[in-house]
């Protein structure tokens, strides 16, 4: 599978700014679970941390206080309702937030002991880039863990997750990304594949950038 794009006009941006204020209470409690399962997986050692479209923060009480966490979304105001609950939460944590596009990231290669990035692949114009930048950005054997429903291509739900993609994707993501196949067809590692949330609909890939990528 090469590049895919998403098709959504509408800016990404604009919508996400949109939900800054009800965020929470939609897409909080709802993907919940998916979020702390993927903190069992977090290898408690990992010191510096990117989260790939944090907007409001919401995993930031699950990070171990020994991480560095770089947050980054599109969407200055997601990004301005992270930094009120870090200052709400006040417990000391590390946390650098920052106004960046996923796709055209500005670190430097090999940053980051870990990437994580929960509920995003489904919103960016193009997860294959996307993954790219993760790769790029993440140390050679770092981890990396996507969370995301994942279109099921074998199955009756795959065709009816297609007829209605281009109407979720007017809200703010697509149901007829296939993520397995995607990140598999990248040079992420993939370790395991554990199912999350309502009905086991949504994926935690775990992966890793390979030893001998630089
Ligand atoms: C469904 S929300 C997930 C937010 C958070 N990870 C969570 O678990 O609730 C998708 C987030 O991705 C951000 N986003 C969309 N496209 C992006 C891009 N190209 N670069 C960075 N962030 C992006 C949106 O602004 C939004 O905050």
Redesign the pocket.
């Known amino acids: 599978m090469g590049k895919k794009n998403n098709g959504n006009g509408r800016s990404?941006?604009g919508i996400?700014s949109f939900y800054s204020p009800f965020y929470d209470l939609i897409?909080g409690k709802v993907?919940e679970a998916g979020?702390k399962k993927a903190f069992n997986y977090l290898n408690s050692f990992n010191k510096k941390v990117l989260e790939?479209?944090?907007?409001?923060g919401?995993?930031l009480p699950h990070y171990p206080k020994s991480c560095h966490i770089v947050g980054?979304?599109?969407?200055a105001k997601?990004i301005q309702r992270a930094r009120e609950r870090v200052k709400q939460m006040g417990n000391g944590l590390k946390v650098e937030l920052q106004v960046?596009?996923?796709?055209r990231m500005t670190f430097e290669d090999n940053t980051f002991d870990a990437v994580l990035?929960?509920?995003?692949i489904t919103?960016?114009?193009d997860p294959y880039q996307f993954c790219q930048e993760i790769i790029r950005v993440c140390k050679p054997g770092g981890q990396i863990i996507i969370v995301n429903h994942s279109k099921d291509p074998d199955r009756l739900l795959g065709k009816i997750e297609s007829i209605a993609s281009p109407f979720f994707a007017k809200v703010?993501?697509v149901t007829d990304l296939d993520v397995v196949s995607l990140v598999k067809s990248t040079e992420i590692e993939i370790q395991r594949i554990i199912d999350c949330n309502l009905f086991n609909l949504h994926k935690i890939i775990l992966g890793q950038k390979p030893m001998h990528l630089t």
């Open positions: 990404m941006e996400y897409f993907l979020r790939v479209g944090i907007g409001t919401l995993t980054i979304d599109i969407s997601m960046m596009d996923a796709c990035s929960p509920y995003v919103t960016v114009q703010g993501f």
